[in-house]
């Protein structure tokens, strides 16, 4: 496969783990109103990562000491995002809290022209306004400032620094073995915050199915399904794609849930979709017309 067509199969995978993603919203507000959120967190990662270990053994012991301490730092940039998003839900309507969270879109490309010195299209700068405007349609009722919305806030901007780091460390030889580091990082961390008070487990065949689905798709598989795809994507085109996460939330909330569909909605999903065309087909668009010793040695 050639590598455009490495980075249509990444963005097309994006799309289908942001739908994976979206699909259990509201699984994990059914669930969180018997199991505490940080024990959920444990129980979901714990078998995640025993199951990737015994799954992705090779793949594993094929890293080197590099790549491992690579691995361990996402999976604790990560982790701590995890927790501190699900700290900050206790106190953030859930509806804020998607928003804020949602604002790793803004800050990947800052922070990739900041840290990383990128230079970053215009277009992508224009997705990322009409992204930013779909999100706030989608979730935001209103905004207050308190330690919920801050731990939130600090929660998005290290799902930046996550993607930012897969965009540059990650490879494809690698994707399956760093995914496994990642997940042991994640699942250690949850269940370091939630042992203190004790863990409680699931106690219905509904919540326990549940949690298996989010441990295979919204887990396992979406975690290699990210690691893989950045190895091909930008990262701030990744963290585009990755704003249809609400968008099939809202779907998922109106055709399986309760919800009702709103303007709002419509017209925030529109906008998001509206930021993909600009970032994947103006940006491919903008690439057909480089010379074509360039393309040649794009990776």
Known sequence: ?????????????????????????????DLVAHVPPVDFLAVRFGISAVVMVVLFWR???????????????????????????????ATTPASVSG?????????TPV?????????????????????TSGLALLSLNGLSVGIGESLTLLAAALYALHILGLGR??????????????MLVIAALSLLVALPSGVTLPSTSGQWASVLYMVA????????????????????????????????AALFAVSLGSERLTARMVLGGALVLCAMYAVELLGRRRAGELPAEVLHHEV
Do not use: D, K
């Not at 501190?84 to 839900?89: I, K, N, R, Y």
């Not at 950045?230 to 585009?240: F, N, S």
């Open 1 to 29: 496969m050639t590598s455009a067509g490495h980075r249509r199969l990444a963005a097309a995978l994006l799309v289908a783990l942001t739908a994976v993603w979206g699909s259990t919203f509201f699984l994990i507000r």
């Open 59 to 89: 793949p594993l012991r094929a890293l080197n000491r590099a790549q491992v301490r690579v691995g361990v730092g996402l999976g604790t940039l990560y982790g701590v995002a995890q927790i501190l998003q699900t700290q900050g839900l």
């Open 99 to 107: 928003f804020i969270t949602g604002t790793y879109v803004v800050l």
């Open 111 to 131: 922070l990739a022209a900041v840290l990383l010195r990128e230079r970053v299209p215009a277009t992508t700068w224009l997705a990322v306004g009409l992204a």
């Open 169 to 182: 460390y990650s490879g494809h030889e690698i994707a399956t073995g760093l995914s496994v580091v990642q």
């Open 217 to 248: 798709f919204a887990s396992i598989a979406a975690l290699w399904v990210q690691t893989w795809a950045q190895a091909h994507l930008p990262a701030t085109r990744a963290a585009i794609v990755m704003t249809l996460e609400p968008v099939f």
